[in-house]
């Protein structure tokens, strides 16, 4: 009643959201850490562990003549980084902020704002990851090529941009089915060890194995970006735009069960997770 209404124009109001999306993006890459430095380093530390997993495991198995010709190395790297933004990426919307979480008592936070900080977060720290160890092992290990590296940075987008999709999907129906998401949500994060295709190549594949992963659009991301980074590599079994339309698809499907969501919540939620 004693407040005064104030109208911002169109360009204050983007400035405004901007600015409250830069510092939840700040509060959500310190939700691991209070140090957001040791936040990233072990983000880091968690790929290179995985990167070194599936070396040891090659070599020990004799696989690495599976492997494409080139760096056996940035091989493993170009399924792993994709692997990982995809995941961090559903984790870090499926755990994000709903519209009974306080912080939506703050004017103007709201939900819109908490989705895409949590998801931009993600892809900011995988991004600085990838950065970091690429020119570590480029500058003290061996020098390498990638082909065309923007468009294989694309598809680490693609990546990204499918996982946002496939985490809104569960966000809005994790407060309906709190259990049933958790489990869903672990699942799919496991199966990707295998199904995500890191571990071989799609143009390798026999057509009744190949039918097993086309559906999968991490499959389709990391196919396509070994054919970017690999001169002598040519993806004839995936497609580009299929994880695109895949993630948009899904992500207007995420963004009505939101709103719909948003409508019907109850702070008895809370209670439920």
Known sequence: ??????????????????????????RSIRKTHRNAFMSIAMNMLQVVIFVMTFYVMF?????????????????????????MTQI????????????TSPMMKHAPMNTVIAIASSALSALYIQVLSLVVILSVYYVGFKHFTIEQPINAFGMILLAWFSGLGIGMVLLAAKPWFPTPVRIITMVYQRANMIASGKMFVANTLPPFMLKLFDWNPLFHCIDQS???????????NTSAMYPFYFGLVFLMIGLMGEFYT?????????ARR
Do not use: C
């Open 262 to 270: 948003r409508r019907h919540s109850s702070a008895s939620w809370g």
């Open 226 to 236: 070994r054919g970017f980074v690999f001169i002598n590599y040519f993806p004839r």
């Open 88 to 99: 961090k990426t559903i984790g870090a919307v499926v755990g994000s902020e709903g519209p």
């Open 59 to 83: 070599s020990v198995l004799g696989l690495r003549s599976t492997a494409l010709r080139g760096d056996f190395l940035l091989y493993l790297m170009s399924g792993v980084f994709l692997y």
């Open 1 to 26: 009643m004693f407040q005064q209404s104030r109208r911002n124009s169109n360009f204050g109001s983007a400035i405004t959201i901007a600015g409250l999306t830069y510092h939840s993006i700040a």
